[in-house]
């Protein structure tokens, strides 16, 4: 992407992508879950792209959101996906994982892992620190929490007598995005202070990446349908 290309206009780009790799998908397939959830947050960026004065720098986050979908769409097509992508690419039509759990584990595979990737390659490609990026990545953290209310509500209403002690219950309260892009922020930190030495930056990336997937296979644990806890699945 030109940094002369239009922000909002770029971004439109990576919904008019995503879009084309959710037509082909079938309804309930778990990637397509998530993917749904990932263009309603890029769509939410792409109109906030276009008010003067939401992000500081719009041209710097078209550049990260275009490295972020990239990461995320390739992970789709690489013959090896990155290990925090195989939970969830192995498990997407498994009949006992709800809907949510997929949303959940690819919003965790994309956030803790893809995106301090994407930022220290932002960086690179921009040449700045991240520091210059900081105001609009926390800018972004208020767009992904009201989408992550809305996942939330749309994909695991929890009747008023569910039991503290359900499965559900505790996968639901394990997750926070707001931890998540905490997390991300201090790996993109790390990862850039290890930029000029090749084998420790590998090392840490890779360790970044089967972490993320430990979490993002656990966020995928079998739970069943919510018939017996009295809300539908959806």
């Known amino acids: 992407m030109e940094l002369s290309t239009a922000p ?11 879009r084309a790799v959710l037509a082909g998908l079938p309804t309930g397939d778990g ?20 008010e003067d004065g939401y992000f500081r720098v719009p041209a710097e986050v078209a550049r990260l959101s275009t490295l972020f979908a990239d990461r995320f769409l390739g992970a789709l097509a690489a013959p090896t996906p990155p290990a925090c992508w195989r939970p969830l ?14 949303a959940l584990s690819g919003m965790n595979s994309h956030i803790e892992h893809d995106l301090p990737l994407s930022v220290v390659d932002s960086c690179v490609s921009l040449g700045c620190a991240p520091e210059e990026l900081a105001a609009d990545f926390h800018r972004i953290n208020d767009v992904l929490a ?3 209310d809305r996942v939330r509500e749309e994909l695991a209403p ?11 219950l505790h996968l639901l309260g394990s997750w926070s995005i707001d931890a998540a ?10 990862l850039w202070e290890l930029r000029d ?10 360790a970044l990446d089967r972490s993320t997937g430990m979490v993002s296979r656990c966020l995928l644990t079998p739970l069943g349908d919510l018939s017996h806890r009295g809300g539908p699945r959806a």
């Open 158 to 168: 929890l009747p008023q007598e569910l039991d503290v002690a359900d499965p559900l």
């Open 31 to 50: 990637v397509g879950v998530f993917g749904g959830v990932y263009l309603q947050v890029t769509e939410a960026v792409e109109r906030y792209l276009g």
């Open 8 to 18: 909002a206009d770029a971004v439109a780009v990576l919904s008019a992508r995503l």
């Open 197 to 206: 030495r090749p084998d420790a930056y590998d090392s840490a990336a890779a």
């Open 89 to 102: 690419l192995a498990l997407r039509r498994h009949p006992g994982i709800l809907p949510v759990q997929f």
């Open 146 to 148: 009201a989408v992550e």
């Open 181 to 190: 892009r905490d997390a991300a922020w201090a790996s993109a930190r790390l």
